[in-house]
């Protein structure tokens, strides 16, 4: 069974920055791509970032210039650093990996962290 876990969310100012990471355990083979949603309250959940084999990025236009998303291949792991944050960028977030765990690639998700940004 694969599981993601989330970290790093918390309270932080406007303008100031965090760091989320989100780790994968279980029977991995490879992953493909590696993704950050959010979801405010009484909204849906929406696209952040993501990063697929071979770097190539991609991100939301609300973010662009001040988030930046990462992989560390080896440790299984995706990152996303926020930075200049915004009240608006309050949300829970989530990672997602879409892992080949057995004959086919499979989507997965994390629990969610907690983002508020206070103004």
């Known amino acids: 069974q694969v599981q993601l876990v989330e970290s790093g969310g918390g309270l932080v100012q406007a303008g100031g920055s965090l760091r989320l990471s989100c780790a994968a355990s279980?029977?991995?083979?490879?992953?493909?791509?590696m993704g950050w949603y959010r979801q405010a309250p009484g909204k849906e959940r929406a696209l952040v970032a993501f990063i697929i084999s071979g770097e190539r990025t991609d991100y939301a236009d609300s973010v662009k210039g001040r988030f930046i998303i990462s992989r560390d291949n080896a440790k299984k792991m995706v990152y996303l650093q926020m930075n200049s944050l915004k009240p608006e960028d309050t949300a829970v977030y989530f990672c997602t990996m879409r892992v080949m765990a057995g004959t086919t690639y499979a989507d997965y998700w994390g629990q969610g962290t907690q983002v508020t940004v206070s103004s």
């Open positions: 279980g029977r991995i083979f490879s992953i493909h791509s």
